[in-house]
């Protein structure tokens, strides 16, 4: 089946198929083009069938929304958990390069800012829209980053954290 034709299916037909039809119907298509139809699919079920098929782990009862862009080279350096809610136009940055640039040439790049490191996501997590994911973090179980958020440290479970670098604004353990 052509390239066309079996994307047209999966972005018009999708919810006639059953999940292992849409895993045969990827099987034919680069991982490129799977990974853009998870970024924009309007369905949260195809998209996480997509974003599974490409090495996202994503837990059950997870939703993600569109527009979630998720940098990892397709290397299974994103873990998501269970019932997590991730809003629209989230960046999960698992793998930093300058690509092409002469940049990596210089030696304090290549040691400090070249990063390849996990993302994990734990069970109940709640990341707001445009909220920003580097290298290295774990977003703990029942934790909420505010939308817009830049999140440079992993965030303790149930810790609401905001801002640009994300800083914690509260517990939701406390009292009160």
């Given at each position: ?73 397709y290397k ?52 707001g829209a ?47």
């Open positions: 089946m052509r390239r066309n034709m079996i994307v047209n299916r999966l972005l018009f037909e999708y919810d006639t198929l059953s999940e292992e039809e849409i895993t045969s119907l990827i099987s034919q298509l680069p991982r490129k083009i799977v990974r853009w139809l998870a970024v924009n699919h309007p369905d949260n079920r195809t998209r996480k069938i997509f974003f599974r098929e490409t090495g996202v782990q994503i837990g059950e009862g997870t939703v993600i929304n569109p527009n979630v862009i998720i940098e990892d080279s299974q350096l994103v873990k998501i958990g269970e019932r997590v809610s991730i809003a629209p136009g989230v960046m999960l940055i698992a793998d930093a390069a300058p690509n092409n640039s002469r940049l990596t040439e210089v030696p304090y790049v290549r040691e400090h800012l070249i990063v390849e490191r996990e993302i994990v996501i734990e069970d109940d997590a709640w990341i445009g909220a920003i994911i580097l290298p290295g973090v774990k977003i703990g179980q029942g934790a909420i980053v505010g939308a817009g958020a830049v999140v440079t440290h992993s965030v303790p479970r149930y810790t609401i954290v905001a801002g640009v670098p994300a800083r914690e604004i509260r517990s939701l353990l406390e009292s009160g």
